[in-house]
């Protein structure tokens, strides 16, 4: 389970939304914090309408203010400025949390384009496809301050693949560590919300692609029922439902309608940013919903979905 966050920072409260959740899990996990700024190579002069922290100095004091007043005193929190000016801040981000050992990236997810631009935002778009750790983005609320993390429902999807079952693994050690409901969900398409070559095949052969959805239907079943037997076994609170129709829609519908905390999605971390993004449930997923998303790699030789 997760023993050390690491809390990118920008002097902004856009980016302080990554807190609330930097704060519960540390507490929940006993995990240790590492409150960093990377100084970027010819700035801009404001940062979300802000004065951008470019001095390190001051920086170093912007995390030790921060440190003194979130966290509590039990929590151990290291803070580190990267002084050395850099071009690209999101590779300087995931190598740093390569060379800290730190097991988990909580960031706000913004960029310089606008509250949402670009899905996740320019750094922590760039974040998911450079690096290997797990990365929990934070939307930042309409309120100031911003409201308390809780984690008492957590969603996994699923889709059969033994590899995308190291986030099914993550999630139950996670909803444990928090006494949280797990709930998975896999989705089959229906014959209307079928695309690409699948769709084409449906035109031509519309019964036996029917037949198809209804046996992976069954198939589908009876692999959350044996997933579910065994969390239980373990001790975690899981449920299981299978879905017919778009994945994007019925993941953003069930977050909403189960009142979800956190949504676990898998990503094979590709660092070509277009093979990651396009066609990905992921990004669109994320574009979709303010519930915080617990983005873990996959590592398999299994392409994106």
């Known amino acids: 389970m997760f023993k050390h966050l690491l809390i990118?920072?920008?002097?902004?409260?856009?980016?302080?939304?990554?807190?609330?959740?930097?704060?519960?899990?540390a507490a929940a996990l006993d995990a240790k914090v590492t409150l960093i700024h990377v100084i970027e190579h010819d700035p801009p002069q404001e940062i979300h309408g802000e004065r951008h922290l470019s001095d390190p100095e001051e920086a170093l004091q912007y995390l030790d203010e921060v440190a003194a007043r979130v966290?509590?005193?039990?929590?151990?929190?290291a803070r580190?400025?990267?002084?050395?000016k850099v071009r690209n801040v999101a590779r300087s981000i995931a190598e740093?949390?390569?060379?800290?050992?730190?097991?988990?990236?909580?960031?706000?997810?913004?960029?310089?384009g606008g509250l949402r631009a670009w899905i996740f935002g320019r750094i922590a778009q760039q974040v998911v496809g450079l690096g290997s750790i797990p990365l929990l983005l934070v939307q930042p609320a309409g309120?100031?301050?911003?409201?308390a993390f809780c984690c008492r429902r957590l969603l996994v999807t699923l889709d059969g693949n033994p590899d995308h079952e190291q986030g099914l693994n993550l999630a139950a050690s996670l909803a444990k560590a928090c006494k949280a409901e797990l709930q998975m969900v896999m989705v089959v398409p229906d014959y209307k919300t079928l695309s690409g070559e699948d769709a084409v095949t449906a035109k031509i052969l519309p019964r036996a692609t029917i037949a198809l959805l209804e046996?992976?239907?069954g198939e589908a079943e009876e692999y959350l029922r044996r997933?579910?037997?065994r969390l239980q076994a373990a001790g975690v609170e899981a449920m299981a439902e299978v879905h017919r129709g778009d994945p994007v829609t019925t993941i953003v519908n069930i977050a909403k309608s189960k009142d979800i905390d956190l949504i676990l999605l898998a990503t094979h971390g590709k660092t070509?940013?277009?093979?990651?993004?396009?066609?990905?449930?992921?990004?669109?997923?994320?574009?979709r919903t303010l519930v915080p998303i617990l983005l873990f790699p996959v590592h398999g030789k299994v392409e994106e979905s």
């Open 227 to 229: 997933q579910a037997t």
């Open 8 to 25: 990118p920072l920008d002097g902004s409260r856009l980016a302080e939304a990554a807190l609330p959740a930097a704060l519960f899990l």
């Open 272 to 287: 070509g940013m277009d093979a990651f993004w396009s066609g990905s449930v992921t990004p669109i997923v994320a574009s």
């Open 96 to 112: 740093h949390g390569e060379e800290f050992g730190s097991d988990l990236i909580v960031m706000c997810t913004h960029g310089r």
């Open 215 to 217: 046996l992976a239907q």
């Open 143 to 147: 309120s100031d301050p911003q409201p």
């Open 71 to 77: 966290f509590r005193s039990g929590t151990e929190v």
């Open 80 to 84: 580190h400025v990267h002084g050395n």
